[in-house]
């Protein structure tokens, strides 16, 4: 079935309309962002305060660093 027989004509023109208006957003979204990158990736790291990635050694150094933290678990 062609595109012709699903939508009549006013319909077709509200879809580009829309379709027009969600590219113009999407390309002025794309702008502001290389203009004022954001330091957020979207993604958080949570760290509770009894965490083991908190743990200090002897030297008052973090016990857990770069991958040594990888697969550490902490009982209580």
Request: proline share 3%.
């Amino acid at each position: 079935m062609s595109k012709d027989k699903l939508l009549n004509k006013k319909q077709q023109k509200e879809l580009q309309s829309l379709i027009d208006e969600i590219t113009f957003e999407a390309k002025e979204l794309r702008l502001n962002y290389e203009e004022n990158p954001s330091d957020m990736s979207g993604s958080q790291v949570h760290i509770h305060e009894s965490s083991p990635f908190l743990d200090i050694d002897e030297n008052d150094e973090l016990k857990y660093s770069g991958s040594r933290w990888r697969h550490i678990l902490k009982s209580f």
